[in-house]
């Protein structure tokens, strides 16, 4: 890497915490952040996962370490809080999305889906901003979906947390990019996730969905990649409360 490049994106020095960071979006996110140089946490339910997240992480030679928590947990969100330390970079990409019909969900649908996709941001945004902003420098990377802004598939409750998500971007960027503080949200389009299996498992859906996107494909988590870094690092420095499409045109249409 050149001089040049290394000082707009290099992450040395940094520390970041990813939730949702042992698979997925999280896990590509965590490990691009790490490869250029920051120290990495990640936060998920599964401790089975998250080793073998830590494995991948360290074969890269990304310093790593791991919370096991379930974020619809307030308890459990605030003992990550106290468990990760010092955190320059905030990705906060944990998400359930219970997909049923809108008159079918319960009030413990809602309560779980908005406690995790929402609650937990928030809190930890909460926690971790502030302290940024004190210091005079800091990331936040809020993870969206297409249901942030327009109603795709069952969106439910799943839809009205992402949408929330968008509006604490731009509240948390109000807040704190006057102090070095850049937020924004990432819009992924249809990537092929665990998150997403449900609907890969319908006949024809992951076809018709591949279909839709201008690149003429579904994401993968490796698309990620240099949006975390280029929203975690000093090159995004005039960047914030925005929404980042990175969905291969999907929105588009």
């Known amino acids: 890497m050149s001089d040049y490049l290394r000082e707009l994106f ?48 360290r074969r890269h030679g990304v310093t790593a370490s791991a919370i096991s928590a379930d974020l619809g947990d307030r308890d459990a969100v605030q003992r990550v809080c106290d468990e990760a330390g010092h955190i320059d970079i905030l990705v906060n990409d944990a998400a359930n999305n219970i997909r049923k019909p809108m008159a079918e969900l319960t009030l413990d649908d809602y309560e779980q889906t908005i406690a995790v996709n929402l609650t937990a941001p928030y809190l930890l945004g909460q926690h971790f901003g502030p302290r940024m902003a004190e210091r005079g ?22 839809g009205a947390a ?21 937020v924004n949200t990432i819009i992924p389009g249809f990537v092929l996730t665990p998150l997403t299996a449900p609907a890969q498992a319908i006949p024809g859906r992951t076809e018709q969905l591949a279909a839709r996107h201008m690149v003429g494909r579904n994401g993968v ?22 929404m980042l499409f990175v969905d291969g045109g999907f929105a588009v249409h």
């Not at 420098?137 to 799943?158: E, H, K, M």
């Not at 698309?223 to 409360?241: K, N, P």
Request: with cysteine.
């Open 10 to 57: 290099s992450l040395d020095g940094r520390r970041a915490l990813v939730t949702g960071g042992s698979s997925g979006i999280g896990y590509a996110m965590a490990e691009a952040i790490g490869r250029a140089g920051a120290e990495v946490v990640i936060v998920a339910r599964r401790q089975a996962a998250l080793d073998e997240a830590l494995a991948g992480l």
């Open 137 to 158: 420098w800091g990331r936040i990377i809020n993870v969206g979906s297409q249901q942030t802004v327009s109603a795709f598939g069952d969106s439910g409750v799943y």
């Open 162 to 182: 992402k949408a929330g998500i968008a509006g604490l971007t731009r509240s948390q960027a109000e807040a704190w990019s006057r102090h070095g503080v850049q």
């Open 221 to 242: 988590p490796a698309d990620f990649a240099g949006a975390a870094v280029f929203l975690s690092s000093d090159a995004c420095g005039f960047v914030t409360g925005q």
